[in-house]
């Protein structure tokens, strides 16, 4: 999968979580949360890093500090790091929907479907509207876990959220899963659409061989 990346959150939900996560936590500790995010913004990864290190090092239950630590070390291509300090933000704060997103997302990479699925509809329930690319990765999981009336459902709130197609592969998933379904029409006014938008040569053969054997399905 072509990963969404997660943007950061919009200032209002930044500062309301901000105040959640930080009213306990020394002034140590805020202030190299703060020097995290102003370093993160910028795009040094690296002292994001080693800000939000200090943070968690000097309040180890700041569970907002682990999750953008864990954003951090991803954009500084630590993978595996980056999961232990999402998974720690989840384990402090279970209503921490950002950090549940990354790890199903993550977890899409690693193409580990059920974890995928569970991390994801975990974050839409706690969040329904910051993450737009938690939909399209909820459908892509539950298409591979074979619930298709979820990954349908998934699929289609993801347009909703995405109404520009930013993320073209929203309707191939969803032109898959209502073939699965057996709505050949549907499927194919969704991979048809998907074809208009993609310029890989070799799918495109591929989709418009499916479609013609769908169009003969629905005969």
Known sequence: MSRVPVPFLAL?????????????????????YEQGMAAAKSGQSEAAVKSFQEATSLYPQYADAWYQL???????????????????????????????????????????WSESSKYLEKAIELD??????????????????????????????????DPQLTNPRIEYVLGMVLAQKKDYPGAITALRSYLKRTSNGFETERLENMIAELESSKK
């Open 12 to 32: 209002a939900a930044t500062l309301a979580l901000f105040a959640q996560t930080a009213k306990d936590a020394p002034p140590a500790a805020v202030t190299a």
């Open 70 to 112: 864990g954003r951090a070390q991803l954009a500084g291509k630590s993978k595996n790091a980056a999961v232990a300090s999402f998974k720690k933000a989840v384990e402090l704060d279970p209503k921490l929907a950002g950090a549940q997103v990354e790890l199903g997302l993550l977890a899409v990479d690693n193409k580990s």
């Open 128 to 161: 329904p509207v910051n993450y737009p690319a938690a939909w399209y990765a909820a459908a892509l999981a539950n298409l591979n876990l074979e619930n298709f009336d979820l990954a349908e459902k998934y699929a289609r709130e993801a347009l909703k959220a």
